[in-house]
């Protein structure tokens, strides 16, 4: 029995994984797959988004300066809200509002002082 690519419509042979002409993989990933790994994505993002958006006023907290490591908090939550789908959007978005809370805190404390 023949594979035959989706993208380039290639014949392979039966034990090819991936299409010997475009090099796209012949087994697609489930969606029950994709959907974990979204999952698993949004939380690894809040968490990062929280420690640098919300790092940057702990900083400033113990060792007086340093709160402009809060703006790297910013960077993941625009790549999620790049994605096509609607989930990851909208924790992106959430992740946004999260970081602009933070880097603003981490601001009125660096004039604070």
């Given at each position: 029995m023949v594979?035959?690519?989706k993208y380039?419509?290639?014949e392979n042979q039966e034990n090819f994984n991936y299409c010997s002409n475009c090099g796209m993989p012949l087994i697609q990933k489930k969606e029950k797959d994709i959907i974990l790994n979204y999952k698993k994505l949004i939380i690894i993002s809040y968490i990062i988004t929280i420690l640098f958006s919300w790092g940057g006023i702990?900083?400033?907290i113990?060792?007086?300066n340093y709160g402009f490591f809060s703006f790297i908090g910013i960077?993941?939550?625009f790549y999620l809200i790049?994605?096509?789908d609607k989930f990851v959007k909208k924790h992106g978005y959430i992740q946004i509002a999260i970081s602009i809370v933070?880097?603003?805190l981490s601001i009125l404390l660096i004039f604070h002082y």
């Open positions: 594979k035959i690519c380039c419509g290639c702990l900083l400033n113990l060792f007086n960077f993941l939550p790049q994605s096509k933070g880097i603003i």
